[in-house]
């Protein structure tokens, strides 16, 4: 369902006695230092570490095999590197290849405590803003006006919306991934209304009553989802907790005024 452009690691298919075999190339963007692991597996070159950072990018990197045998999935991580050398791609898993090449591997992956929300003033929140159009990002903006490229480069998530009363309506989306309309009342800074997903082979993440996670941020839940069309997935309930976005530039694009 969630797919992030630019950001998952590449992936090479190649064939080994008529059998595809996939090789994993981690991340050529600048390895994340913090946050949650995805995924551990154990390949034959090292321990393949999914991890997404702090802004909502995510990421695989290679790390020693000992990372593998911890119990890190879920936990959010300081991850500290070093320079050390695996079996090289063109060995394509032969156990007798000497070739070897030279790598950033993870050393060290130490669990850090959830942090904390810092309370926000009342005049901040999303329920006493004026009426209007706003824009809010997962990332930490040096300035008021973050440029397309400055959100290209960092990743994450943003919700551009527009507020009527207690009336919230926008698209909430992953800069360089999928997007989805959201529709509800504010009460502080979490919206609870409804969503609209409208993407070629969009697919219903809960037809249930328990939320799930849009994506791997964890700002938005959805519920009570439908297939309307091949095209148009409709949520019944969905939660949208803005804590922890900034407050950045509108932008050029406006909102929807429905979903």
């Known amino acids: 369902m969630f797919n992030q452009k630019n950001r998952f690691f590449p992936s090479i298919t190649l064939s080994v006695l008529g059998l595809p075999l996939l090789l994993v190339q981690p991340s050529v963007a600048q390895q994340p230092t913090t946050g949650i692991i995805r995924s551990l597996t154990v390949g034959d070159r090292a321990c393949y570490v999914e991890v997404v950072n702090d802004q909502g990018g995510q990421f695989t990197?290679?790390?020693?095999?000992?990372?593998?045998?911890?119990?890190?999935?879920?936990?959010?991580?300081?991850?500290?590197?070093?320079?050390?050398?695996?079996?090289a791609a063109s060995c394509q898993g032969n156990p007798d290849c000497a070739d070897t090449e030279t790598v950033m591997l993870i050393t060290q992956a130490q669990a850090l405590?959830?942090?904390?929300?810092?309370?926000?003033?009342?005049?901040?929140?999303?329920?006493?803003?004026?009426?209007?159009?706003?824009?809010?990002?997962?990332?930490?903006?040096?300035?008021?006006?973050?440029?397309?490229?400055?959100?290209?480069?960092?990743g994450g998530v943003t919700f551009t919306f527009t507020k009527q009363g207690n009336t919230i309506t926008g698209i909430f989306g992953y800069v360089d991934g999928e997007?989805?309309?959201?529709?509800?009342?504010?009460?502080?800074?979490?919206?609870?209304?409804m969503a609209v997903q409208t993407l070629q082979g969009a697919s219903v993440i809960s037809a249930g009553e328990t939320f799930q996670n849009f994506g791997p941020s964890g700002y938005l839940q959805l519920r009570r989802g439908r297939q309307a069309s091949p095209t148009v997935v409709r949520y019944g309930s969905a939660l949208l907790n803005l804590n922890?976005?900034?407050?950045?530039?509108?932008?050029?694009?406006?909102?929807?005024r429905g979903c």
Do not use: K
């Open 61 to 87: 990197e290679f790390a020693n095999f000992e990372i593998c045998e911890q119990n890190l999935v879920g936990q959010r991580v300081q991850l500290t590197y070093e320079s050390g050398n695996i079996q």
């Open 113 to 154: 405590p959830a942090p904390t929300a810092t309370p926000q003033p009342a005049s901040s929140r999303v329920q006493n803003l004026p009426d209007g159009n706003y824009r809010y990002w997962s990332g930490t903006p040096s300035g008021g006006v973050v440029s397309d490229d400055a959100l290209m480069a960092n």
């Open 179 to 193: 997007a989805i309309c959201v529709q509800g009342q504010v009460s502080g800074n979490t919206v609870a209304g």
């Open 244 to 256: 922890g976005l900034n407050r950045i530039n509108a932008g050029s694009r406006v909102p929807p």
